[in-house]
């Protein structure tokens, strides 16, 4: 009787890995090919290559992170090396943003420009300090840490810095976490204070909320000479493919952790990864649509 409960609970698995397989391959088979027409409609009309440049990078992000979730999927013993592949990525994606950003901007010297005359404005930005209107300001508890940021050279450094960091960090801890896990010590998704999977969470959730404050306070500044690439929207659809997508491994990972999942899981941390790599197929149609909308 034990054996056939273990058979059959091992077939409804194989079932369920076929459908979410399928389903998910679909998915990232619609991504796939509208992100390479749109990337090649970019490619086509390269007419403005200092814009299109990063743009054709971020876009990059929906067949990357498409490819490797399928692969994940349909071999999760390849699913450490998928997952440095997009967090490597993520990390260029995100760095890419920024740049473009600073490109419809006029270059890095045209924004330090403009972010100096900003000095002289009333500017209507929540975050700039209202009693100095040279100073970007911080909200509590932050600004009794750390101080005011000038506008001009050094808000434009502080606000990359606090990209690029991210970059570093993303892409150092995605080697990190293979070097551990080939030492056994990793524990994916685990959060025991024996491996390296907690500290390295936390690490990043502190970098990549550092780096997303950056860019806050850089939209803020920003917004009105970006107003006409519709800096909301474009600001809007990448934080929900990037951040969106980290938050969401996260939540999986402290969900499936809990003990009122610990038993419940068909294959432990094959169930956990699995079901990260289908979500993102799912969704990678459904952003390339926000992107498709506010790339141009």
């Known amino acids: 009787m034990e054996s056939f409960l273990i058979t059959t609970a091992g077939e409804k698995s194989t079932n369920l890995h076929t459908w979410a397989l399928f389903i998910g391959g679909i998915s990232a088979l619609i991504a796939l090919l509208l992100s390479t027409l749109l990337i090649l409609q970019h490619l086509r009309a390269y007419n403005n290559p200092a814009e299109q440049k990063w743009i054709v990078g971020v876009l990059f992000m929906v067949p990357v992170y498409a490819s490797e979730s399928v692969l994940s999927l349909w071999y999760p013993r390849f699913s450490m090396e998928c997952d440095i592949l997009r967090n490597c990525y993520e990390a260029f994606a995100l760095y890419s943003f920024g740049n473009y950003l600073v490109a419809c901007l006029g270059g890095e010297d045209r924004t330090i420009e403009y972010l100096k005359s900003q000095s002289s404005k009333e500017l209507n930005a929540p975050l700039l300090n209202q009693n100095k209107k040279n100073v970007v300001g911080h909200p509590f508890p932050l600004n009794l840490i750390i101080r005011p940021w000038d506008l001009g050279q050094e808000f434009y450094r502080v606000s990359k810095f606090g990209i ?47 780096a997303l404050y950056c ?63 289908f979500l993102i197929c799912i969704e990678r149609p459904i952003y390339l649509s926000f992107l498709q909308n506010h790339t141009g």
């Not at 080697?175 to 690490?203: H, M, N, R, S």
């Open 164 to 210: 690029v960091q991210y970059m570093i960090l993303k892409a150092f801890c995605a080697f990190l976490a293979l070097v551990l896990q080939l030492c056994g010590i990793y524990g994916d998704g685990e959060f025991k204070w024996y491996y390296g999977y907690p500290y390295i969470t936390i690490v990043l959730n502190f970098s990549q909320m550092w």
């Open 215 to 277: 860019l806050v306070q850089f939209y803020a500044v920003t917004h009105e000479e970006l107003q006409s690439i519709r800096p909301l929207a474009k600001f809007i659809s990448f934080k929900a493919i990037v951040f969106a997508t980290w938050w969401q491994g996260v939540a999986i990972a402290i969900i499936c952790s809990s003990s009122f999942l610990a038993g419940a899981q068909p294959n432990g941390q094959k169930f956990q990864s699995g079901l990260q790599d």
